[in-house]
């Protein structure tokens, strides 16, 4: 069976399961579930392809947006910044002779690694989470955020890696949709471990990215 026949068949299946309420715990953060709540609605195949498509996801190396689904947290302040800003933050910024020497004094290593050494400014990181969390690298809980080398003088992180952890396509095989709060739904064969949801936010033009959820059925699993 080919690959495109069957993302279309747990599309479907997923979308039926939706319909019927088995996806739960999937409540936006300082939502609330009752009765008198906005109504859910499935995502129109139109804005699926948007998110599928390379106007917000995918397109074009490095789209920043890609890695916000590098790891899972239930709010915005909870990202793993080490994996969210592990390729740098989509602006790239190169490091000087006298940084990158400071790096290795730093980390009281005899040689400088035999890897490229990517460069991330506070100003950066802080421009990238304004836009798409609406916070400060100081708001979040700097999850492995310690794992880069941080130079005050230069007020940057910096991180010696020669592999990559970057998504090149998303692919969403459903979604739904409450007033302005948006759930993606994808399988994670990038990372290999299973149905996960993606929540975001509408906000203007943009959207802010709210979780990135392990996929809980009714028996919580």
Not at 48 to 56: A, H, P, Q, T
Not at 128 to 153: I, N, Q
Not at 157 to 170: A, C, K, L, S
Request: aromatic share 12%; with cysteine.
């Amino acid at each position: 069976m080919g690959g495109k026949l069957k993302r279309l068949i747990f599309s479907n299946l997923l979308i039926g399961i939706i319909a019927v309420g088995i996806i739960t715990g999937c409540t936006p953060a300082g939502g609330k579930s009752s009765s008198t709540s906005p109504a859910i609605t499935i995502l129109s195949k139109e804005e699926l392809d948007y998110f599928n498509g390379d106007d917000f996801f995918n397109g074009e190396y490095m789209n920043i947006r890609n890695q916000f689904l590098s790891s899972l947290y239930d709010s915005p302040e909870e990202i793993d910044l080490f994996q969210l800003f592990y390729c740098g933050s989509g602006n790239p910024e190169t490091p000087g002779e006298l940084e990158r020497e400071a790096v290795v004094s730093y980390n009281g290593w005899e040689d400088e690694p035999d890897t490229g050494c990517g460069k991330i400014s506070r100003t950066e990181m802080d421009s990238v989470l304004l836009k798409y969390m609406g916070l400060t690298v100081k708001d979040t809980k700097g999850v492995r955020l310690d794992e880069f080398t941080y130079l005050k003088e230069y007020d940057a992180y910096y991180h010696y890696h020669g592999d990559t952890n970057y998504r090149m396509e998303i692919l969403f095989t459903g979604g739904e949709k409450q007033e302005d709060i948006i759930h993606l739904f994808y399988n994670d064969t990038f990372m290999g471990d299973g149905d996960k949801v993606l929540t975001l936010r509408k906000e203007g033009d943009g959207y802010i990215f709210i979780s990135n959820q392990k996929v809980k059925t009714i028996n919580g699993t």
